[in-house]
């Protein structure tokens, strides 16, 4: 079975600065994969050009054994590859069920009108929730109303409610309280289960440690590591972000 | 998760506390409004309940409670529209221009609520495409240009005497339940403001699109995330703003037989007024048709009071100012109370 994502040879230059100089990245199905390395070290321009928000100079991008190209966000999300914001992406105001199915929204024809079907959504959507083994007070209520680790729950079950492979996530314990933190973590473990890889961009090595699989460490736009998490110690990855690239 | 009967515990406190809230919430602006009538009924015992007292009322708040809808649609999304006063009386003076040239009444109406369309699809545009900083300057520019274009239209003075089928909108009743014990004569224009608040209402809550400008009034960034198209979402919002204070302009016009070039002179500040104290928020995103509904009556039954009991006008103001810091600090503090409690 062919990867589920294989980057190739990425290269990516702003002006005359390399983000990126010839990654190969790859990620497996059912596979979380954390993505580490300093400020400045191209992840994010490498996953900026996963999800189609910038364009590579050289490389190639493959998706579930295709060759893909990735002109916009959209284009990636059609395929299946969902981003969980740092700031989460969140409309403060609205209902879980409803930030869910923000920009999806189920309709139903009534009276000659199309009109949100309520029922439809809060049906599916706590079903999603109960698969994910997301507990929320209510999910009719207003998300700034929940706690912070309960909102980035709703923010992941948003990323995986509709079919998606694969879920980049930045930072998503990044804020939260110690117990809110390991809640959030057994969920990417659980997503693994429900056939979704993650790929977990994080400055807590405790975490990659944690959940990871596989952890990718990149340094000044270099692939320099690209451990299996058993036998890997936080030393060797600390070296690696760190270290001079020769 | 992992401790499922702390959440648990938690989840059932938060429902026996939150229904009670809900309703005070959502039925605060509405006890004010019984308070205010029981208040002015027994002062004016022998006046207020009467019936052309209550249509007069009815028929006075319609056009701000339609700029006030308008408006709020607007402020859904953390915007703002202050050119729905000079649009209204814009809207007024086409109408009774087009009248006097001639015009069938139902185009003249049609060229009246075109020309509030065309404001707010300017003030739009400005916004998405020209990418001005804030909808407040694209909005004062239109309240300006709309303004002047009212005293060039109408040389700066009233254009009076329009046809009965123009005027009967702002001014006639409707009986409804003829015949029957219960029958009322009912403010068209009354009727008018109930219906178009309904379908705001469906709208905003049950479509797709209300939905949308729910969330780009609470997160922007997360709408956008979520693929909601914004630029026309917010074309959207001025345009039917503007379409409502055309409405709001034809109303007028019926009511006082005329189009005077000074009419809707700062009513924006009353349709803003008429929002917040109806629950919506500056910062997007919060309160219900409904609620500005409430808002505009809460308005109405302020100034009729404050007129029956002969308070001048400069008070009158006063009080409407209090009435404002008053709505939003009890908002402010409903707020600060649900926080604690979660």
């Known amino acids: ?246 | 998760m992992q401790f499922p009967q702390v959440a648990a515990a938690r989840g059932t406190l938060v429902q026996r506390i939150a229904p009670s809230q809900a309703v005070l919430g959502r039925f605060g602006p509405v006890f004010v409004v019984l308070l205010m009538m029981t208040v002015l009924t027994i002062l004016q015992p022998a006046y207020f309940m009467t019936r052309e007292n209550l249509t007069n009322v009815a028929r006075q708040i319609s056009s701000n409670a339609i700029l006030a809808l308008g408006e709020f649609v607007v402020i859904l999304t953390a915007g703002i529209d202050l050119s729905v006063g000079s649009v209204m009386g814009l809207a007024m003076i086409v109408l009774a221009l087009t009248v006097q040239m001639g015009w069938v009444p139902v185009l003249a109406l049609a060229a009246a609520l075109a020309a509030g369309v065309g404001v707010g699809l300017v003030n739009g545009l400005a916004l998405t495409r020209m990418h001005l900083p804030h909808p407040f300057i694209a909005t004062l520019a239109t309240l300006n240009i709309a303004r002047g274009a009212t005293y060039l239209l109408s040389g700066g003075v009233p254009i009076s005497g329009l046809p009965r089928a123009v005027r009967l909108w702002g001014s006639e009743d409707i009986t409804v339940f003829g015949g029957t014990a219960v029958t009322v004569d009912f403010p068209i224009a009354f009727l008018i403001v109930i219906g178009l608040y309904v379908a705001a209402s469906v709208f905003l809550t049950r479509t797709k699109t209300g939905r949308h400008i729910y969330a780009i009034g609470g997160s922007p960034k997360a709408a956008q995330y979520a693929g909601v198209n914004i630029s026309r979402n917010l074309v959207l919002v001025y345009v039917i703003s503007g379409a409502l204070a055309g409405v709001a302009g034809m109303l007028l016009a019926g009511r006082v037989n005329s189009g005077y070039p000074t009419a809707g002179t700062g009513a924006e500040l009353d349709a803003i007024a008429a929002c917040i104290i109806g629950g919506a928020s500056f910062f997007g995103g919060r309160g219900t048709a409904g609620g500005v509904f409430v808002g505009a009556i809460i308005m109405g039954l302020l100034r009729n009071g404050l007129n029956l009991m002969n308070v001048s006008v400069f008070w009158q103001q006063v009080c409407i100012g209090l009435i404002i810091l008053l709505a939003v600090y009890v908002d402010v503090l409903r707020r600060r109370a649900m926080r604690v409690e979660t």
């Not at chain 1, 191209?42 to 189609?52: A, D, P, R, V």
């Not at chain 1, 490389?59 to 190209?69: A, M, N, P, Q, T």
């Not at chain 1, 024809?109 to 507990?135: F, K, T, V, Y």
């Not at chain 1, 998606?164 to 117990?179: G, K, T």
Request: glycine share 10%; net charge positive.
């Open chain 1, 1 to 246: 079975m062919p990867a589920l994502v294989e980057m190739r040879q990425i290269a990516k230059t702003f002006g005359h600065v390399a983000a990126l100089n010839g990654v190969d990245f790859t990620v497996h199905s059912d596979e979380v994969v954390g993505l580490v390395g300093d400020n400045g070290a191209g992840k994010s321009t490498l996953m900026k050009i996963l999800t189609g928000v910038l364009q590579p100079d050289a490389g190639e991008l493959w998706f579930g054994g295709r060759r893909v190209h990735f002109h916009s966000p959209l284009d990636s999300r059609h395929s299946g590859i969902e981003m969980v914001y740092q700031d989460l992406g969140l409309a403060e105001n609205l209902s879980a069920i409803a930030n869910i199915f923000l920009g999806r929204e189920v309709t139903q024809r009534s009276g000659g009108l199309r009109l949100l079907n309520e029922r439809g959504m809060d049906r599916l959507g706590r079903q999603h929730l109960e698969g994910l083994q997301i507990s929320l007070p209510s999910v009719a209520m207003p998300v700034e109303r929940l706690s912070g680790g309960q909102r980035q729950s709703v923010a992941i079950a948003r990323a995986t409610a509709f079919q998606s492979r694969l879920v980049i996530m930045d930072e998503p314990a990044a804020s939260l309280a110690v117990s809110e933190a390991a809640k959030v973590l057994a969920l990417i473990k659980r997503l693994k289960g429900q056939g979704v890889s993650v790929i977990l961009i994080t400055h807590r090595l405790q975490d990659v440690l944690d959940v990871a699989d596989r952890v990718v460490v990149l340094n000044r736009g270099t692939k320099v590591g690209d451990l299996p998490r058993v036998g890997t110690t936080m030393e060797q990855i600390v070296g690696l972000i760190v270290g001079k690239v020769s």
